[in-house]
């Protein structure tokens, strides 16, 4: 009878993690389904969520010190304000632009953080030039060359942080060991068109304001990578 009860306990435990897995599985919007197709979710996701979010790039990788002859990780990330939108659909490679675009926020782990990508939009140039002001934004995003990320948190409880990053975020990486940086993200400055900077990175993050359209976003998004995935 013992081992009757035991058995019956795992079983039951089991079954008990299997509906929590699916009730946490996350749930497409109403006007998407699983039979969705690509253009639709992208469609979707271009009408009703990649302009409200305040998107992210974060990057590390191996440095080599020549000063100290080893090696050790180089961290970077910078958010950017809302408002971009789909300009271009290739296949499973997504292009977002955003014409008034800001940066929000930059953090580095380098003793000069001069030496981060688009340092002249952040702090200005190595030698005391001007910090640039950005105009447009060009985010390239390859659905096809990412994996599923972190299902939306509460990254902030700091008003004021919250109040200019957002405050539900959703995380995605790109697929595989091997560190490739696929999103990339090209800033024009104000003062001249032929100025430009470049960042690439291995992370990408969408933030909200609201916890459901975060939500949404991020069930439909997933759906747009495993579709992708499966091609």
């Not at 005391?128 to 985010?139: D, F, M």
Request: with cysteine; hydrophobic share 40%; proline share 4%.
């Amino acid at each position: 009878m013992k081992t009757i009860a035991l058995l019956l306990a795992g079983f039951l435990s089991i079954l008990s993690a299997g509906t929590t897995l699916a009730q946490s599985k996350p749930k497409l919007p109403p006007q998407l389904n699983k039979g969705s197709s690509l253009s639709e979710i992208v469609d979707w996701l271009d009408k009703n969520s990649f302009s409200h979010a305040r998107i992210g790039l974060e990057s590390d990788g191996p440095n080599l010190d020549p000063m100290e002859s080893m090696m050790f990780t180089i961290s970077e990330g910078l958010v950017f304000s809302s408002g971009f939108r789909l300009v271009k659909v290739d296949g499973c490679r997504l292009t977002l632009r955003n014409d008034e675009v800001k940066v929000l926020s930059g953090w580095t782990n380098r003793t000069d953080s001069n030496e981060m990508s688009l340092a002249n939009f952040v702090w200005g140039g190595k030698k005391g030039e001007k910090k640039l002001t950005p105009h447009s934004a060009v985010l390239f995003i390859p659905l096809d060359k990412m994996r599923y990320g972190k299902k939306p948190y509460q990254h902030t409880k700091n008003l004021e942080q919250a109040k200019l990053l957002g405050t539900w975020r959703t995380k995605f990486k790109e697929k595989g060991f091997f560190k490739r940086f696929v999103f990339q993200m090209e800033i024009t400055a104000v003062e001249d068109p032929e100025l430009k900077g470049k960042m690439k990175a291995g992370t990408l993050t969408f933030t909200f304001d609201d916890k459901a359209m975060s939500e949404q976003f991020n069930a439909a998004f997933r759906q747009a990578i495993k579709f992708c995935s499966s091609k």
